[in-house]
Structures are given as structure tokens and as C-alpha cells.
């Protein structure tokens, strides 16, 4: 399977067995999955790339440094092609805010973050926070008789979360998942072995166990501090996939040791599914895996 | 290869790394806006380019001025020159030039600017990432893992003065959707004490760590 980033001219004379809409982590995945079957596949996207270059990441990095507020998509330049929102777009007025970006906001709570419009999508400074959801959560009407239950439930989407946890070779610790109720096969773990908590996550794991009051339930509850599997780099885990293991697009330096840049959420290890090759094929647009591109402080809040 | 009075390509090259006498002069008169030696302004290869943005911002004459009152008598800036050195400093600790207050660009006679960084390589060079041994996101991180290490001790003999003025930088708490206040609520005031201090397990933990905010 071979990639070529085309304008265009050059696209529109050749014939195509599927066009895919947008470049970012769905458009992506779905055409690596006709490419897989051997279709011509070609995916238009309206945001810029170019960052997969040694010298479009450099001008990456530039950007990321030279913004004043580090936001999202700090790293990306402005394409009045196509406009990002941004999280710079609100401003504060003391009683609410105002909203003078792509995205006309004018309800009571904005949409508070970025998203961006480029090659890779809003995957492209993403948190990377890789959370299946829990079982409870597809059936709440009958749980808790609130809200609506999905038309499916966790066990029919098991698989896909299995697949695109390979995907996007997340990091994580499933015993402890398991353990939270959200079931997988007592062997499963994770692509990569989970990211070492931070010394500040050490000194919150004192709220475990703390009992707080939820006034929306009107109920108390215990706290329970756990890890989130994370899409991002860290060391594979040599018992993935039975004892196949996992090997990062891309990967270079020792196996299970190097093989990533350093666990940041601009970093997401993507599956190389064919066997090693001497030449960086691939078959979905590659993040390069040095860009800096979102700040810790605009944090992506699920929900 | 020696030069001799014609000059040559490698004079030239020669030329520009010596540091210019009035970049070091502009680093040795910013150690006390700083807090730091000029040794260690001068190693950040940002003297030269903070100078002309700061005279390119308020003016030479003005700088000078200020400079001169710096390196007299600190204590006793005030007014615009007061602002002119928070601007230097803040200009040292941070690579960006600041937007200066709003009576300060009248009486400078400038248009008020916008905050900007000066170059890509004065973000990293900032010095506020010495002072709590951080790092500069999105550059020279540190190694894998390296987080989980309890953070070196701060070398500061005084704790950091808070500073009254409102910074131009936006908090994540500006924007009402981003989490609830709920998260950032009721952690602190809990039986098991405050969060700076210390951890379940290290209970050698609960000295000093200074937690400018
Ligand atoms: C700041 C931030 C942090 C996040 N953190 C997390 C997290 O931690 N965990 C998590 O699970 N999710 C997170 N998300 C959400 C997650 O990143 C997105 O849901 C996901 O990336 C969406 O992928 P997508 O492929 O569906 O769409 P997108 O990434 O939006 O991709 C759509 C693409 O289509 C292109 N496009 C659109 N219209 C056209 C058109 N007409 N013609 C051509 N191209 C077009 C766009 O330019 C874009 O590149 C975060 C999102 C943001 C913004």
C-alpha cells in the first residue's frame, strides 16, 4: 500500500474506487482499511499537512514556540482556507464571553477549545485519553432511570475498542480497567505498557478512598484514583497480542526501550500493520512524532 | 589561518560570535531586574536581540534612561521607567515583550502593542523555567519517565514575590465550559492536609516546596 499527498490537478486524473471526505483519525482509518483490500483510495482533506517533512515539522516547532498563549493549535498555522476554531477566538467580559472566531457561538456555555482542520485532524493535538466507555454508560435509563439507553451495549463495541486501541497503540494498564468494570479478556493488555504517573499524580492518589458528596445524586461517594489509558508513547508491551508484541510506525532505537519519543500527548504511536520494512511506508497521514502541539493547560474535558 | 588586516570568511565567522560589548553591557544591568547573573543572561544568546526589541519598542533614548536609573538606584524607578523595567524583566523571563499599560504607551508616545515573542528560541530560553525546574513545553524534555521523580528542591533563597498586575496570559479557567469549578473546588480542605505538601510515600516529603501561584 502506497501514500501520495497530491493537489488537485494531479488527483483528478486518476479514477478512485472510494473518496474519503476529511484526513483525520476516522477518514484515515477507514482508508487504511480500504487500502488494505487493495482499492484506490483517495482522501480529500481541506487543512494544510506538510508537518510529515523534516522541515514542515521544524516550521511546526517554530510556530508552537513563537505563540504567545499555548493553546491547541498553537503549532498550526492560520489557513484562511481553511479556518481552525480556537479557544483564542473567546474572550472574557466579565459577565460571559465573546466569541469572534470561525465558530459563531452564541449560547450561554461556548464550545471552549480548539479544533483543527489539517491533515490528521483534531488527532493532531488531541490529549490522547483512550477511555472505553463503561458498561453502566450505554444503559443509563435502565441503571439509573436517567437519560436514554443506547441501542447497543458495551460487548458489541468491545471489538472495535480492541481494534482501535491497536490502532492508536495505547498505553495502559487493563487489570486496572478491569478492575473499574470495564471488562476485556482476562489476557488483554494494552498495546503499551501504561504511562509511569507523574510525581504529582503520586501526591493526588491521597484523595483515594476520600469520601465526597455528589449534590447532583445527593449521594456520597469514595474517590478511587486510577490511571487512564492515553494514546501516547510509551514502552510496548512484550506480552501484547499474545506474546506478538507491538511495534510502533516508525519506531527507531532499541525495542522496548527507545523506539518512542518521550510519552508526550503530541506523540501517538501508530500500528504498523505489515511486516518491518526498510522504507517509512504508510497508509494514514503520519504525525510527526517531535511536534509539540498542545499545551497541558487546555486540556480537553470529556463530556 | 591568520587574518591579518584583510579580513576574511573566517574573520567574519570569528566576528559574530563575539558577543558585543553592548549586549554584555545591556545583560551585567539586567542581573538586578533579573535575579540572575549576567553570566547566565549571557548564556542565554539572547542579549543582543532583547536589546534592539526593547529599543525598537520604547526607544533608545528611553531605554537608555531607564537602563541608567537601574543601574544607579532601582529602587527608585516609578512611573513609566518602572514599567519599562517590568517589561525587560518579564521580557527576560518569559522571550516575549510584553503589552505595556496603557499610560505607559501614551507617555512613550507608541501605539499599544500587542504582546509578542521575540523569536521561537527566546520561548525555550526563557529564565521562568529555571526557576521551579520546569521546561519548556515543546522543548527539552526531559527523559522518559523523568516525571514520576519528586522535583528537584527550588533553589530560591526568598520566596517569589507574588506580582499584583493581572498577567496577559489566559487561564484555562476564562473559559466558563472547560471544566466545572467543581474539579478545582474542595481539595484542599480535607482532614489529610494540603496538596503541596508532601505525599503517602515519601513522608520525608512535606518540607518546603514553593508553589508560586
Ligand atoms: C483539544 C482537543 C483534545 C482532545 N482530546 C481527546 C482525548 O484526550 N481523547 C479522546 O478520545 N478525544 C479527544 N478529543 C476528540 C478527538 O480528538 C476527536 O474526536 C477526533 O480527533 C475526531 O476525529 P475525526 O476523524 O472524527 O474528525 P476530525 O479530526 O475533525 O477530522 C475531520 C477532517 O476532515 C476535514 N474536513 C472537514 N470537512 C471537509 C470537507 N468538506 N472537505 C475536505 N476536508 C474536510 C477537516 O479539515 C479535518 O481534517 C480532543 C479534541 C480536541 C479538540
Known sequence: MTTRTAHGTVANRRRYDVIVVGAGIAGSLIAKQFGRQGWQVLILEAGAGGRETWEGHLDAVATFRSAVAKVPNSAFRYNAAAVSPDVLDLAPDGLGFTANGYFVQNGGLPYGTDYLRAVGGSGMHWLGICLRIHPDDFAVKTRYGYGRDWPIGYHDLEPYYTAAEREIGVAGDAQEQRELGIPSDPHYVYPMHKIPPSYLD?????????????PVAVEDFALQVVSVPQGRNSTPNPRYARGLGYL???????????????????????????????????????????????????????? | MSGGSNPTDHDSDVRTVRLSDEGRRFAERSAVLTGFAPYDLLATGMADLYLATAREQVGAAVLDAVLAVVDRDPDSLSG????VARALTYLWY????????????????????????????????????????????????????TWALKPSPLSWPESPVPVAAPG??????????????????????????????????????????????
Open chain 2, 168 to 213: 496577559p496570559l489566559l487561564m484555562w479557567s476564562d473559559f466558563p465550559s472547560a471544566l466545572p469549578p467543581s474539579v478545582f473546588s474542595s481539595v484542599d480542605d480535607s482532614p489529610g492536609g494540603s496538596l503541596a505538601t508532601g505525599s503517602g510515600q515519601d513522608p520525608q516529603n512535606s518540607h518546603t516546596e514553593e508553589t508560586p501561584t
Open chain 1, 248 to 303: 510502533p510506525e516508525g519506531a527507531v532505537g532499541l525495542p522496548n526501550y527507545g523506539e518512542r519519543c518521550v510519552g508526550n500527548a503530541s506523540c501517538v504511536p501508530l500500528y504498523r500493520s505489515v511486516p518491518r520494512r526498510p522504507s517509512g511506508r504508510r497508509c494514514v497521514p503520519r504525525r510527526s512524532s517531535l511536534t509539540p502541539s498542545r499545551s497541558p493547560r487546555a486540556a480537553w474535558s470529556p463530556g
Open chain 2, 80 to 83: 513609566t521607567d518602572l514599567e
Open chain 2, 94 to 145: 518569559t522571550g516575549a515583550w510584553p503589552r505595556l499599560a496603557p499610560e505607559a504607551h501614551g507617555l512613550l508616545r507608541r501605539e499599544a502593542a500587542v504582546e509578542f515573542i521575540v523569536s521561537p528560541e527566546a520561548y525555550t530560553e526563557g529564565l521562568v523555567w529555571r526557576t521551579f525546574t520546569g521546561h519548556p513545553a515543546g522543548a527539552r524534555a526531559p527523559g522518559f519517565a
Open chain 1, 202 to 214: 503520586e501526591v493526588c492518589r491521597r484523595l483515594d478512598g476520600r469520601v465526597v458528596h455528589d
